[in-house]
Nanobody, 122 residues
Framework: QVQLVESGGGLVQAGGSLRLSCAAS????????AGWFRQAPGKEREFVAA????????WYADSVKGRFTISRDNAKNSVYLQMNSLKPEDTAIYYC???????????????WGQGTQVIVSS
């Protein structure tokens, strides 16, 4: 059973950067792929990025490709999301997720954090 805790959210101006962190505990983190999702008010939770257990493979939503970078440090049981060139439409609650396999839908992940709020002002 993996527990996930996100941090690093906040308020930033458009064009700025934030780095989200997700700390995992309670399981062997190298057994899990990890992903980031986000949910804006009144919208469905959507896929942002995912990374394989080794970190050797990454996947991104088209809307963030070239601006966001997912990475992980298995020695620290952590996953990160570096977000650059932020836009107001990136405003959402960002969630970390983990599962033995990876996917691009929320149903592909069994373990979730509580989320961290990101607000991008114009």
């Amino acid at each position: 059973q993996v527990q996930l805790v996100e941090s690093g959210g906040g308020l930033v101006q458009a064009g700025g950067s934030l780095r989200l962190s997700c700390a995992a505990s309670g399981g062997t983190f190298t057994n899990y792929a990890a992903g980031w999702f986000r949910q804006a008010p009144g919208k469905e939770r959507e896929f942002v990025a995912a990374i394989s257990w080794s970190g050797g493979n990454t996947w991104y939503a088209d809307s963030v490709k070239g601006r966001f970078t997912i990475s992980r440090d298995n020695a620290k049981n952590s996953v990160y999301l570096q977000m650059n060139s932020l836009k107001p439409e990136d405003t959402a609650i960002y969630y970390c997720a983990a599962d033995a396999g990876w996917g691009q839908t929320k149903d592909d992940y069994d373990y979730w954090g509580q989320g961290t709020q990101v607000i991008v002002s114009s």
